[in-house]
């Protein structure tokens, strides 16, 4: 008697590798519902090792560092420099050495339905997390560039408040006035994975506030456009006008005042 399709689907959600013998064994299988669960099972596999590939290429400057002798490798990236209200998020991020996170990639390539699942990973397999926020007054004070660097100077601090201080930063797009060695990586979120753990980190972060004002500031739409400038946004700033967390040498704010 033959095997049954569903004990045979059990006995492939084993199967890692696509020379296991057990492919070419259920290659002369000819049940229509065999072949399917068999070219599946090995889409699956395929799937992963192309995953794997990806993250082992985002994986190339930690790699280099790691041979160098460092050992606590922080990824930096922020978020929140293009709004016209809310802070900007920077997040400081050493993961374990040669640590994989499936899906993790810079938070602007990964689905918004998928950013708190991968997000709480990143939580669970870090050594350490630190955030730096400085609110919209700060940036209309110093402009948004300073307030960025305050930001990642922020959450390096975060960290070794936790008693560890990196020993190199990556840092996506942005070199910082610090005695610490670093590396300014242009597309850095999709370069390195401890860029793209702190992008997506800072992210989340940020979207969860900018959820919170807009209970406090209804009708802006700020849970959705995380302050962007979007049509809701705008329409909200010519009917309620400007919040206390709006950026006020943004335009068109700056000019309504």
Do not use: W
């Amino acid at each position: 008697m033959s095997t049954s399709i569903r004990i045979i689907k059990k006995r492939l959600e084993t199967v890692t590798s696509l020379s296991d013998p057990l492919f070419e064994q259920l290659a002369s299988d000819t049940r229509l519902g065999v072949q399917k669960v068999l070219i599946s099972r090995q889409k699956a596999i395929q799937a992963d090792l192309d995953e794997s590939t990806r993250l082992e290429a985002m994986l190339t400057y930690e790699k280099s560092l790691y041979e160098k002798g460092y050992q606590a490798i922080a990824g930096i990236d922020e978020v929140g420099r293009g709004p016209l209200a809310g802070p900007v998020v920077a997040a400081c991020v050493i993961l374990p050495k040669g640590c994989k996170i499936k899906g993790l990639n810079d938070s602007k390539k990964i689905s918004k339905s998928k950013h708190e699942a991968i997000y709480q990973v990143v939580k669970e397999k870090a050594v350490a997390i630190g955030l730096g926020v400085v609110d919209n007054m700060c940036i209309d004070k110093v402009n948004i560039y300073e307030a960025t660097k305050l930001a990642m100077l922020a959450a390096i601090n975060h960290l070794e408040s936790q008693a560890i201080k990196p020993d190199y930063l990556l840092i996506d797009a942005m070199s910082l006035d610090i005695p610490l060695p670093q590396q300014s990586i242009i597309k850095g979120d999709a370069n390195s994975l401890s860029i793209a753990a702190a992008s997506i980190v800072a992210k989340v972060t940020r979207d969860r506030m900018m959820a919170n004002y807009d209970q406090q500031f209804p009708g802006y739409g700020f849970a959705k456009n995380a302050g962007y400038g979007t049509k809701e946004h705008l329409q909200g700033l010519q009917t309620y006008g400007i919040t206390p967390i709006h950026r006020k040498s943004f335009e068109p704010i700056k000019s309504m005042q």
